[in-house]
């Protein structure tokens, strides 16, 4: 395992193709190779989005201590993914693993390749759901609202009925 290192990433993962727990347990061994796993999320089984007439996908996130730079880290989740075989698909289709960077640190960070936070984070369930178990006060360094903040936006909207008195900011 590499050297201890300041960089706190957290990272959603998901699959929803072929042995899918074994898939989950492989990638994140890989990352060992890459810095430390410091915790993991419970995992959920969430309905694909956008790509319909697939099985469910089996989600968490974790909390990862790394020395490697952002695109760095990009190219490792990617021979990771590529090692337990996954290969172009669709966009949202079946996927034997996906590996996403969310937050690095604080970090905002805008290549063609790589944007952090992941710009698509603050409205997906099912990554702020399991982001919640293990860092529900970090804040997003661009809307400044805790994962918890988004997460709880994020049911109100699915679920209007929902929206009342019961329901806290």
């Known amino acids: 395992m590499p050297a201890a290192s300041s960089n706190t990433v957290y990272i959603a993962f998901g699959a929803n193709k072929g042995d899918v727990k074994k898939n989950i ?8 190779a890459f810095g430390s796993v410091e915790k993991i999320s419970p995992l959920f089984i969430t309905e694909p989005e956008g ?14 201590k790394t020395a490697l730079a952002p695109q760095d880290l990009l190219r490792a989740l990617k ?4 090692r337990l075989g996954r290969g172009p698909a669709p966009a949202n289709g ?16 805008q290549t063609p390749r790589l944007t952090i ?27 400044g609202l805790s994962v918890g903040q988004m997460l709880r936006a ?5 679920y ?3 929206n009342s008195a019961y329901v806290k900011n």
């Open 25 to 32: 347990a492989a990638a994140v061994a890989g990352l060992e």
């Open 51 to 64: 790509f319909k007439g697939q099985p469910d996908f089996t989600n968490g996130a974790l909390e990862f």
């Open 79 to 82: 021979d990771i993914e590529t």
């Open 94 to 109: 079946p996927r034997e693993i996906d590996l996403d960077i969310i937050f690095y640190n604080s970090q905002t960070v």
């Open 117 to 143: 936070p992941h710009p698509r984070a603050h409205e997906r369930e099912f990554v702020l759901l399991p982001l919640s178990f293990i860092a529900p006060d970090f804040t997003h360094p661009i809307t």
């Open 154 to 158: 994020v049911i109100r909207a699915k």
């Open 160 to 162: 209007p009925a929902h």
